[in-house]
């Protein structure tokens, strides 16, 4: 379903800016776009298209789930956001366009004027006039398998807004946001927007009442009700080898016989994953010898796959032996477009790598915001300075006019050769991943039958624990 463009009211009263928001979403669609390969966005339709919304999401990757939240979503959301991100002079100029408010958390120890009632009670008439905000209600970005517990402020804000008319009612929306890698190029990413719920009529009238105790009953329950909505949706693992296993384990059972896992639609894929971690909670207490072998065989077929480089799909699908009209159609595809490609990495590959060195001693939650966030400013800094250089010196040779021509040629091909070699990246990964397994696969070491036969024996395993689970459930069922 398609939300048609409205304009979005902002928080304290501010006019709206339509423009600006517009600017704002598509900048970040382009950012996001360069630095992962594949973003999946499902349930746009769960989202109203008008009237008070809360849209409630993880928070595993720092700035950069903002940026998804504002650029993916079908309306422009207003973020409520730690104080502490002003810190960062650069970026405020974007924070304050995007309309981002401040909160100021106690933790945080700041002398600043504000304080958090004040910024819930704009947050509530932002919602009262009919606006859409958005907040990370696990309270900091983190790098646990799981969601953290959520605070409180989520359901205080529904409530308080909920409570002063009937004629008004907030919808809350959870949405997932799961990373294949979160802090590697050209990986995955999955929008997941979830179905809406809202305070019940029994929550804002305790809501309404004048006992604090009655209140805070009423903000748990939605708490615990908005938990349960957004950990239907987002990862969670007791641990990312866990985490690891179930994702090899979905990727088998979802598609036995995949053409290539790479391109397996991630949506599908992230479901699987999702319902036999539910299933793995259960079986490993209802059947704990199927399951510790099962985990034992996956974590040898993982390893096996990690150390040779492998996917599960070609695993799956064995790619001919044959590699003459493979070769041959590849080298044509690199030779046709290494001209655009030797220019994308003249002009792109420098800041490039002095983003993966500014990254590199970051936490592992904040590596892709730095490297996304510092690229929106090291890039246009370094083609300008290209800009420069390449127009002066064509100027010492053909004149002062071609300062301008040359320079401005500089200017447009680089964000243009950038993106055409990104494709050719994603070409070179894909031809690389292909030879290394007709070689490995086809070698004389069997390595090819060994893997395949430990697969089979993963689904098979993956089966019978999935039917014994079903034979309990009709077991538990009432006659």
């Not at 409205?6 to 304290?12: A, N, S």
């Not at 009919?130 to 402020?153: C, D, R, Y």
């Not at 929008?191 to 009529?201: D, L, N, T």
Request: charged share 20%.
């Amino acid at each position: 379903m398609t939300h048609s463009a409205r304009t979005e009211p902002r928080i304290g009263g501010d006019p709206p800016r339509p423009f600006m928001d517009s600017l704002l979403r598509g900048l970040g669609r382009l950012v996001l776009q360069a630095y992962y390969r594949q973003i999946e966005v499902t349930g746009s339709n769960h989202l109203p298209e008008s009237g008070p919304v809360i849209v409630v999401a993880n928070h595993f990757n720092s700035l950069v789930d903002g940026v998804f939240i504002t650029s993916f979503l079908p309306r422009m959301p207003r973020f409520l956001a730690a104080s502490t991100i002003w810190d960062f002079t650069p970026i405020r100029p974007l924070l304050n366009a995007a309309g981002v408010v401040p909160l100021f958390r106690a933790q945080d120890g700041r002398k600043v004027k504000g304080s958090m009632p004040a910024t819930f009670t704009k947050a509530a008439e932002l919602l009262r006039s009919g606006g859409v905000l958005a907040i990370f209600p696990e309270g900091k970005s983190h790098n646990e398998p799981s969601l953290l517990p959520l605070k409180t402020g989520t359901a205080r804000i529904a409530l308080e807004a909920d409570s002063d008319t009937d004629l008004l009612s907030v919808q809350i929306v959870p949405v997932a946001l799961t990373f294949e890698a979160k802090n590697r190029f050209r990986s995955r990413t999955l929008v997941e927007i979830g179905s809406p719920i809202a305070a019940s009529r029994d929550q804002i009238e305790a809501y309404r009442s004048q006992d604090p105790a009655v209140r805070a009953a009423a903000v748990k329950q939605l708490t615990s009700q908005i938990s349960e909505c957004l950990q239907a949706l987002a990862p969670r693992h007791e641990t990312w080898e866990e985490a690891r296993l179930i994702g090899r384990a979905a990727e088998i059972i979802g598609q036995p016989d995949p053409i290539d896992a790479q391109h397996n639609d991630w949506a599908t894929l992230n479901t699987t994953r999702r319902d036999l971690s539910r299933g793995y909670a259960i079986v490993r207490e209802t059947h704990p010898e199927q399951t510790a072998a099962l985990r034992q065989d996956l974590a040898e077929y993982d390893n096996l796959l990690r150390a040779t480089a492998l996917r599960d799909g070609q695993v799956a699908n064995t790619p001919s032996a044959g590699a003459g009209p493979f070769i041959v159609k590849t080298l044509v595809r690199f030779l046709l477009g290494l001209p655009i490609v030797c220019i994308g990495l003249l002009l792109n590959w420098p800041p490039y790598r002095a983003l993966l060195a500014l990254s590199h001693w970051r936490d592992l939650d904040k590596r892709s915001t730095w490297s996304i966030f510092a690229g929106f400013f090291l890039f246009p800094i370094f083609w300008t300075i290209a800009a420069i250089v390449s127009g002066y010196v064509g100027s010492t040779i053909w004149g002062a006019a071609a300062f301008w021509i040359i320079g401005s040629a500089v200017l447009i091909a680089c964000p243009v050769s950038g993106k055409a070699m990104l494709g050719y990246l994603d070409l070179y990964s894909e031809t690389v991943a292909e030879a290394r397994a007709r070689t490995r696969l086809h070698g004389a070491n069997s390595l090819g039958d060994s893997l395949t036969e430990k697969r089979q024996i993963i689904l098979e395993k993956l089966r019978a624990l999935v039917e014994a689970h079903r034979s309990d459930e009709a077991h538990r069922k009432p006659d």
